[in-house]
């Protein structure tokens, strides 16, 4: 199941609920980038087949053999990072890493879930190493990082056309002491998941979740945001995700999204977000999206600057039985507090 979907959503509810989401024009494939418009003169590859190729471009970063780039990639790949500039083509992703590896000799990507869906692909993975050697202006400071990561690529001929790349940059900078050690900074690492165990086990035995249910329960977690109407959660999450510590840093899901939705519209309360591009595979859902707002509010301690705000992000959701068990969201942590005019970097 794959959508490529509108500005304005109306809100969606779970299952047993009304399905109400507003039609609207579609944003078509072709209208991500410029490069996105053209027809492969080819049959596209199979889900697995895709899957593979993704796989093996995260391989070909910890074998620290970035020429593979060459082969699964095509020769205009756009390649879209969040902590980086756009750039065009296996050698301008190899500049990239090259860079990374020089920080972290020892760079290991370890992925976890992937979602293969008509020519996308995601792949959720932790990234760890030692930075041993200058990373971006900075000096080595030989400490172990570890930071989660998500990846969208969409596929062509069996090769990466496009990818959008986000990561947790906080944890990372924390890590080797490029950003300040902060409630704030610590408040937006979204804490480095172990990527090679197993998902929780499921609580219930039910058959997965069909793309609609997917599709609605991303949808009223995006209306979440777009409203701020927490009260949206209920009956939202499983009862371990409401009720534990679901997300690895001590507190519930349900309780954690609710305070992060709290302080994100009392610092921008226009808070709007865009959802590029969204597909599904089982009981794992993902989707790329933007978001703007205007900061005429408080942010953790920040103050109000009354200047527009804009990041973007990426987030999956794994479902049990209908409803969200687990949740991971890479956003451009870096980018939005720098709008916002924070003092995080050290």
Not at 47 to 68: C, F, M, N
Not at 325 to 342: I, P, Q, R
């Amino acid at each position: 199941m794959r959508r490529f979907i509108p500005a304005a959503i109306a809100p969606a509810m779970l299952l047993g609920s009304l399905l109400s989401l507003a039609p609207a024009a579609t944003a078509l494939a072709g209208q991500a980038t410029p490069a996105a418009a053209a027809t492969p003169a080819c049959a596209p590859a199979s889900p697995e087949e895709d899957r593979a190729v993704a796989l093996d471009w995260l391989a070909a970063i910890t074998d620290k053999d970035l020429g593979r780039f060459a082969t699964l990639m095509t020769a205009d790949t756009i390649y879209h990072a969040a902590s980086v500039a756009d750039t065009v083509g296996p050698d301008g992703a190899a500049a990239i890493y090259d860079g990374v590896i020089a920080g972290f000799p020892d760079l290991v990507y370890t992925p976890a879930d992937t979602i293969a869906d008509g020519d996308f692909v995601s792949v959720r993975y932790t990234a760890e190493g030692t930075n041993t050697g200058e990373f971006r202006g900075a000096p080595a400071s030989g400490n172990v990082a570890a930071w989660d990561g998500i990846a969208i690529m969409r596929m062509e001929c069996g090769r990466i056309a496009e990818t959008w790349m986000e990561i947790d940059q906080l944890a990372r900078a924390l890590a080797i002491g490029t950003a300040k050690e902060t409630p704030l900074a610590r408040a937006l690492t979204t804490g480095v998941h172990p990527a090679a165990a197993p998902g929780a086990t499921p609580a219930a035995s039910c058959a997965p979740a069909t793309s609609r249910e997917a599709e609605q329960a991303y949808f009223l977690w995006d209306e979440v945001w777009d409203t701020g109407d927490v009260d949206l959660l209920d009956g939202m999450f499983t009862g371990p995700a409401a009720a534990s510590d679901a997300n690895g840093n001590g507190i519930a899901l349900q309780e954690d999204l609710s305070t992060l939705v709290g302080a994100w519209r009392q610092a921008m309360p226009n808070l709007q977000d865009r959802t590029e591009i969204v597909f599904a595979e089982g009981d794992l859902i993902v989707a790329r999206w933007n978001a703007k707002g205007t900061m005429t509010g408080d942010f953790l301690g920040v103050p109000p600057t009354g200047q527009p705000v804009t990041y973007t992000g990426i987030t999956m959701l794994r479902l049990e039985c209908g409803r969200i068990a687990e949740e991971w969201t890479e956003l451009d942590a870096a980018s939005m507090l720098d709008a916002m005019g924070a003092d995080w970097r050290a």
